[in-house]
């Protein structure tokens, strides 16, 4: 039987979690999922291995891990992943999209409060709160992707010259991306050992859940083994899904217009972001803010607050850049509208290469998962984006905390440095706040979000009325 007429027919599969029931908990996962990856896949982790028990520890691992290996938002790749293993197809597709629609449909409706109602004093105090807040959530992500890659010294001299590369000289995100990932490629090839001992997500959860313990057992299931006949036909029609609309846009409005680029430049994002979230946002602000000119880099901290504060990945701000993008050049479309389709554009040729990547190199991911040379490569690459990432907090850093920043040129390094004079002490303060209640008092980042913007507004009431 093909795997299309058995995804139609096979409504209980061998473990016994029907498709309707697998709906329902993916709709719950979906809605769950607001803090950024580590949280998305926390609450992935308590709902499917420890609740469900519909898979054991070393497998979600096993996913997880392939998953980090793969360009784009890990926590939804591995939504993916796992709906495809339990459901074939169909639970991929479903499980995949329904992580996104939540932010999706919440980003668009954010997006265009923003742009109609920005201006009102409450809404520019909230987002005034948030990017304070943003800001401190950063810091936090360097140091948590630094606890865990910097292992040894030699990870953390790449991390120091990825930060110096890009901050100081502008190199591109994706050289550094790939050359930390020959140099690791490489010396795990060697058998180098500071390469072949770092990286690695260790254990998820506290309850552990032994395979043979879970509802799919420690057998792989038959569609999820390898099948070169099957990976050729599926990555052919996603390649379709994705790469047509890029280049019908391009044969009919041509390389200048807005819509053009976004579908570009997106879908060269899709491809090269390497290393999680937060190093896919320091490589579309570095582009949109620097080259392209759609947001200014406040919009982007604003934008990233609204991904913090809602559910889904956090890859989702890219959606509000591509809304304001088409928004400022709607060419001769109502604003409104080319905004709307700017940001849908942006969503798709975003996530449809994620589905690519899982449904075709998922049955070959133990074969990746076991191979050492890519281990050490990943390691690598993941050293690499501490160091984008750090450079992405000092650039928000920077760009709120002061209002003026002076161009700086040295050693053939070009930069902006602050006027101490012109530090923003309102922002200082409540950005000061938000560090000590998330490295003191280890509050929650949406309880901190709230906090901010409800301090915010406040602020700005009380400035208005002066």
């Known amino acids: 039987?093909?795997?299309?007429?058995?995804?139609?027919?096979?409504?209980?599969?061998?473990?016994?979690?029907?498709?309707?029931?697998?709906?329902?908990?993916?709709?719950?996962?979906?809605?769950?999922?607001?803090?950024?990856?580590?949280?998305?896949?926390?609450?992935?982790?308590?709902?499917?291995?420890?609740?469900?028990?519909?898979?054991?520890?070393?497998r979600f691992l096993q996913a997880l891990n392939y998953c980090t290996l793969l360009p784009g938002p890990e926590a939804q790749q591995l939504a993916t992943y796992i709906g495809w293993l339990m459901h074939k197809t169909k639970g991929g597709l479903f499980a995949g999209t329904v992580f996104v629609l939540p932010g999706l449909l919440a980003i668009m409706a954010l997006s265009w409060i923003y742009v109609l109602f920005g201006r009102l004093t409450i809404v520019e105090g909230l987002f005034f709160g948030l990017k304070a807040a943003v800001l401190v959530i950063v810091v936090e992500a360097v140091l948590r992707v630094g606890r865990r890659a910097l292992r040894n010294n030699v990870m953390t001299a790449i991390a120091v010259v990825s930060f110096v590369a890009i901050f100081f000289y502008d190199v591109p995100f994706p050289v550094i991306v790939f050359g930390a990932g020959i140099i690791g490629y490489v010396a795990g090839a060697a058998g180098y050992q500071p390469f072949l001992s770092a990286g690695g997500h260790g254990k998820v959860g506290a309850r552990q859940v032994a395979d043979r313990d879970s509802l799919l057992g420690e057998e792989t299931p038959a569609h999820a083994r390898p099948a070169l006949g099957w990976s050729l036909s599926i990555a052919a029609v996603f390649l379709v899904l994705w790469l047509v609309p890029v280049v019908g846009l391009y044969l009919m409005l041509g390389g200048g217009n807005v819509f053009t680029n976004i579908a570009i430049f997106f879908s060269k994002m899709a491809v090269v972001t390497f290393g999680g979230a937060y190093a896919v946002l320091a490589y579309v602000?570095?582009?949109?803010?620097?080259?392209?000119?759609?947001?200014?880099?406040?919009?982007?901290?604003?934008?990233?607050?609204?991904?913090?504060?809602?559910?889904?990945?956090?890859?989702?701000?890219?959606?509000?850049?591509?809304?304001?993008?088409?928004?400022?050049?709607?060419?001769?479309?109502?604003?409104?509208?080319?905004?709307?389709?700017?940001?849908l554009l942006t969503t798709w040729v975003t996530f449809v290469p994620c589905f690519l990547w899982i449904f075709v190199g998922a049955p070959?991911?133990?074969?990746?998962?076991?191979?050492?040379?890519?281990?050490?490569?990943?390691?690598?690459?993941?050293?690499?984006?501490?160091?984008?990432?750090?450079?992405?907090?000092?650039?928000?850093?920077?760009?709120?905390?002061?209002?003026?920043?002076?161009?700086?040129?040295?050693?053939?390094?070009?930069?902006?440095?602050?006027?101490?004079?012109?530090?923003?002490?309102?922002?200082?303060?409540?950005?000061?706040?938000?560090?000590?209640?998330?490295?003191r008092f280890k509050v929650g980042i949406i309880a901190v979000l709230l906090a901010s913007a409800v301090a915010g507004m406040a602020y700005a009431l009380v400035l208005a009325r002066i």
């Open 1 to 58: 039987m093909s795997e299309a007429v058995a995804d139609k027919t096979d409504d209980v599969p061998p473990h016994g979690v029907s498709f309707g029931e697998a709906m329902r908990v993916w709709l719950r996962v979906a809605a769950l999922s607001f803090g950024g990856p580590a949280g998305q896949i926390a609450v992935m982790h308590r709902i499917i291995v420890e609740e469900k028990k519909w898979i054991g520890e070393n």
């Open 285 to 343: 602000a570095q582009q949109a803010v620097d080259h392209y000119h759609w947001v200014t880099a406040g919009e982007m901290l604003d934008g990233l607050g609204m991904a913090e504060t809602t559910p889904g990945p956090l890859i989702m701000v890219t959606q509000f850049v591509g809304f304001l993008a088409a928004w400022r050049e709607p060419g001769g479309l109502p604003p409104l509208l080319a905004a709307t389709l700017g940001g």
């Open 364 to 439: 070959f991911v133990e074969t990746l998962r076991t191979n050492k040379a890519l281990a050490a490569a990943l390691a690598a690459i993941t050293a690499a984006v501490v160091g984008v990432i750090l450079n992405l907090a000092v650039w928000f850093g920077l760009h709120v905390l002061f209002a003026k920043l002076v161009p700086f040129t040295a050693l053939g390094a070009s930069i902006n440095v602050p006027i101490l004079s012109s530090i923003d002490a309102p922002s200082a303060v409540l950005a000061l706040a938000t560090a000590i209640a998330i490295f």
